[in-house]
């Protein structure tokens, strides 16, 4: 049985498949846009089960509208191989991953189980970088920042030269409250991998956290040059915090005319995240009196197909808010129904947050879309200590929280907004006074 680069088993007698391995995990752990090398690895052994497996973890990560049906396929086939008992282990986390997809009301206990197996596997595993990957991926959508950052610690003491598990590290940081320590091990994963687009993602959270736009916008250029070689998807979203450093610089046309060139410019516009960048920019752009033309018309049709796809309360929040701009009720009427139908379908504790978050949160963005400010008050006031568990990360989520606050300079309630305001700058200025506690390796 060979070896993986991490010196982990793999079921197969080839070695041109474990080289294919090495390079799938390398480009899935860098946000490299060369994933879909694992299909070679099927070519040079179709029996390889964890070759099949990260096949369809390809698919799943990528959202593509045919991401299930083709991760369907390569799961069967796995199911059909040899595999040791950290593959099958893999495969059973992976299942419960793909399971959440499919629209029954037994999946929605699918993410709980896919990180009970993940955990699992860390314990035994712990250079396992994927699994740890993935379980963030899973931990994030479900608000879990605490649990993102638990399972790094739990690994990288075994692991401590990782850049991989270093660069998830200072994202774990970052979303826990800690920017400093997650700027350092951020800027450290990429001293022996400057390729390692996903430690690029880390330190601008970081500096955006503290407030310090300039230096983010310096952080992001210096790195820019290894964006071509990532994923449509992440090369959108990593444009789109540089757009985000200069809209916070007060620099519109910059931010603007990167969001033409890069952000929507060049994005795969079917795919979700693409959308929820484009989307969450122009709000942004729009909340600091920005013209942005008719940008959202030309968004809205890309989003047909999600009129009845349900995967985080977080993206219908923005599609919502896009449709409204766009003038399309009906559709707005259809993920609104949608939402509450996948609520009545889900086990209780997440069809609780689909009615008691995203479906008021829905409408509290259809609210401001549409120049109802009462509204838009009256719906976010009791959810925004809880909307973190309808998915995104601190950023992304600070979205709502710069409508809410805009809503409220709209009706006047200046006081309070201003309170607003003077909180979440002394955060900032909390935030940037340097490592300290969670700097727990050296």
């Given amino acids: 049985m060979l070896t993986d680069f991490q010196g982990l088993e793999v079921s197969t007698s080839s070695s041109e498949t474990i080289n294919y391995i090495n390079e799938f995990l390398i480009q899935e752990l860098t946000i490299g846009n060369n994933t879909e090398v694992i299909l070679e690895a099927i070519k040079s052994d179709p029996t390889c089960g964890l070759a099949n497996i990260y096949a369809a973890v390809s698919y799943l990560f990528s959202r593509s509208p045919d991401s299930v049906s083709q991760a369907a396929q390569y799961i069967d086939a796995a199911t059909r191989c040899d595999m040791n008992t950290r ?19 037994i999946a929605r206990s699918a993410v709980p189980k896919a990180i009970a197996h993940h955990q699992a596997i860390a314990e035994v595993f712990p250079q396992d970088s994927i699994n740890i990957h993935i379980c963030q991926y899973h931990q994030r959508n ?21 850049s991989y598990l270093q660069a998830m590290y200072a994202y774990a940081l970052g979303e826990c409250g800690y920017p400093s320590e997650a700027e350092f091990f951020g800027k450290r994963a990429i ?93 942004r752009l729009e909340l600091k009196s920005v013209d942005v033309g ?117 009706t006047g309630n200046y006081s309070l907004a201003s309170n607003l305001l003077s909180e979440r700058q002394s955060l900032r200025k909390k935030f940037s006074v340097g490592c300290t506690a969670a700097l727990i390796q050296k």
Avoid: C
């Avoid at 994005?267 to 920019?281: M, R, V």
């Fill in 294 to 410: 008719q940008r959202w018309s030309e968004i809205a049709p890309h989003l047909e197909p999600r009129l009845q796809q349900r995967v985080l309360g977080y993206h219908d929040l923005h599609y919502v808010y896009a449709l409204a701009r766009a003038g399309q009720k009906d559709w707005i009427n259809q993920i609104l129904t949608s939402m509450q139908e996948i609520a009545k379908q889900s086990l209780p504790e997440t069809g609780q947050t689909w009615t008691e978050i995203a479906i008021p949160g829905a409408q509290a963005m259809v609210a401001h879309a549409q120049g109802d400010w009462q509204t838009t008050i009256a719906l976010f006031e009791p959810i925004r200590p809880r909307l973190h568990k309808i998915g995104g990360t601190n950023i992304q989520l600070d979205l709502f929280e710069k409508v809410y606050i805009d809503a409220l300079f709209k």
């Fill in 87 to 105: 593959e099958q282990r893999t495969l059973a986390a992976v299942d419960a991953w793909f399971k959440q997809d499919i629209p029954q009301a």
């Fill in 191 to 283: 001293i022996k991998q400057l390729d390692n687009r996903w430690a690029h993602h880390a330190v601008a959270h970081a500096l955006e956290a503290q407030g310090r736009f300039q230096e983010g916008i310096a952080w992001m250029h210096s790195v820019s040059d290894t964006w071509e070689q990532t994923t449509p998807a992440f090369y959108s979203h990593l444009w789109w915090h540089t757009a985000l450093f200069h809209l916070e610089s007060q620099q519109y046309n910059i931010a603007l005319a990167l969001y033409d060139e890069h952000v929507w410019g060049r994005a795969s516009k079917e795919n979700i995240l693409s959308q929820i960048n484009a989307i969450s920019l122009l709000i």
């Fill in 142 to 162: 479900s608000g879990d920042s605490e649990g993102m950052l638990q399972i790094i610690k739990q690994v990288l003491p075994t692991n401590p030269d990782s």
